[in-house]
């Protein structure tokens, strides 16, 4: 269930955005507990050096947050491979994912590599004019929407995931909302001093269950909209 990836002889890379490199940080995240092949071949295959400044692109493939511009950042690979890797572990695999946070654009891209059919909603418009430029250059088709993500996207729910790439005190009840039944939410939750990774499931029935899984640290989840 891969996509394709349109990439230049410039987005391969080379030097410190090599291919080799990119195998290198793969290897890490496999040592530290990421273990679905999906997931690490997504890693392998999109190429993170162009979701950051190209002053920072030798850092791309180190395993840390990297800033983006407007006090956002582009989340550790790290976090992007668990989370991504805690929606793919559901007794039904999903097929149409919601993100809240599109930032750079990168958590979009490593869920539509996977084949999944993604909506991203990014609050600064700017971020998200580049990010959208980014999707076009390798060839995702993500839909987008310039909006605050706090409401979700109704018009297109249900979702069969959701993921939240900004922590808000509490989950948002809007977007639980928005999640199918058998449908899998993970999302930073705390306040800047102590979030956690929090993944919820709704069965069936709509019974909901929530688990804590490991600390993050992630930027806030911001109310309205900017240009
Ligand atoms: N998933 C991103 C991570 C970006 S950091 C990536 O892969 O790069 C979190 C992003 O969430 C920021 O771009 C920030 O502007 C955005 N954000 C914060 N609050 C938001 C809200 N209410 N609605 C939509 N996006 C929001």
């Known amino acids: 269930m891969t996509a394709r990836i349109h990439l230049q002889p410039e987005a391969i890379g080379m030097g410190m955005t090599s291919q080799r490199v990119r195998d ?9 507990g990421i273990s679905d092949e999906r997931v690490l071949n997504a890693l392998r295959a999109v190429p993170r050096h162009l979701f ?10 180190e395993d840390t947050a990297l800033p ?8 550790q690979p790290w976090v992007v491979a668990k989370m ?5 572990d559901a007794p039904t695999q999903p097929r149409r994912v919601l993100e809240i946070g599109t930032g750079s654009g990168y958590q979009a891209a490593i869920l539509a590599a996977l084949g999944l059919e993604v909506f991203t909603v990014e609050r600064i418009g700017e971020l998200l004019r580049v990010a959208r430029k980014r999707f076009r250059t390798l060839g995702f088709n993500i839909r987008t929407k310039h909006d605050d993500g706090r409401i979700g996207w109704p018009e297109l729910a249900p979702f069969d995931a959701i993921i939240v790439t900004a922590a808000a005190p509490a989950l948002v009840d809007a977007l ?8 899998t939410l993970v999302a930073p939750v ?9 993944r919820l499931r709704k069965d069936a029935d709509g019974t909901i269950d929530e688990t804590q899984l490991v600390p993050v640290v992630f930027v806030p ?6 240009d």
Do not use: C, F, W
Request: no cysteine.
């Open 24 to 32: 290198r940080l793969i290897e890490r995240l496999r040592g530290n």
């Open 176 to 183: 639980t909302e928005q999640l199918a039944p058998g449908g």
């Open 52 to 61: 950051v400044d190209e002053a920072l692109a030798t850092r791309a493939y």
């Open 84 to 88: 991504t890797q805690t929606l793919l």
């Open 68 to 75: 983006i511009g407007h006090g956002q950042t582009i989340s």
């Open 190 to 198: 705390g306040a800047s001093s102590g979030q956690s990774l929090v």
């Open 221 to 226: 989840l911001l109310p309205g909209m900017v």
